[in-house]
């Protein structure tokens, strides 16, 4: 206790900057430690987290083992794309405000966003009354965070680790950021096309389930930095 307390104490004295961010990097290695983990359990992981990135194949009970990531390494992705999207919001702005608001700001955006993510194909099985077309949607859904968490995580170390390149480093997170709620709306749509739904449904889901919630809590994050 008394050990804790001094610990507590030294880092009192050192400059909030430097105990934020030494915060995140001790998060990135947590983070490099789940991508550790999900190779050990799927060796092809990276090979099959790019492929699935850019492929537009539907939801398929038969999709053999190649090209499957098992539960725990999708468990230890998702794990890492929540921890580096909040650390790449808060690196981007944490010079800007107070540490403790921008990181209950960045909690509360990635967190809403990604159970909105979590629930929307399931609410998509039930406006389309289609439980293959939901789940084809959850399926890319996962592909898109495996393959943007790693992503923000090479970001999050670069961002975290060289300051001469941060304004370039930053547009490189904005970029990936918006290109994960736009990868997902793209497969949706090619999906949805491809298997003649009617426009009226389409346009009704990227409305209010895709664009919608994307705006809205953009701007919270812009009005609040």
């Known amino acids: 206790m008394i050990l804790t307390t001094h610990i507590y104490?030294?880092?009192e004295l050192l400059p909030r900057e430097v105990v934020l961010k030494n915060t995140l990097l001790a998060l990135v290695l947590v983070?490099?430690?789940f991508v550790g983990l999900s190779r050990l359990s799927c060796p092809n992981l990276f090979t099959?987290?790019?492929r699935n990135y850019f492929s537009n194949k539907a939801y398929d009970s038969t999709l053999?083992?190649?090209e499957k990531i098992s539960p725990f390494a999708n468990v230890m992705l998702i794990l890492n794309l929540i921890i580096t999207l909040n650390i790449c919001l808060v690196s981007m702005v944490y010079s800007t405000l107070e540490a403790e608001l921008l990181i209950k700001v960045a909690f509360f955006v990635s967190w809403t966003y990604l159970f909105l993510c979590f629930i929307s194909h399931r609410l998509v099985a039930v406006i389309f009354?289609?439980?293959y077309f939901g789940r084809s949607i959850g399926m890319f859904t996962q592909q898109i965070f495996n393959f943007t968490g790693l992503l923000l995580l090479v970001l999050a170390l670069f961002a975290l680790l060289n300051d001469s390149y941060k304004v370039w480093i930053q547009y490189l997170v904005y970029f990936v950021i918006l290109s994960?709620?736009?990868a997902k709306i793209i497969k949706g749509v090619t999906y949805a096309n491809t298997n003649n739904y009617r426009w009226l449904y389409i346009i009704l889901y990227l409305c209010t389930l895709e664009i919608l919630p994307v705006i809205l809590l953009w701007h919270y994050f812009v009005g609040k930095i």
């Open 64 to 66: 053999n083992d190649s």
């Open 48 to 50: 099959i987290v790019y």
């Open 31 to 33: 983070c490099f430690g």
């Open 129 to 131: 009354e289609d439980k």
């Open 9 to 11: 104490a030294v880092i």
């Open 180 to 182: 994960l709620p736009l």
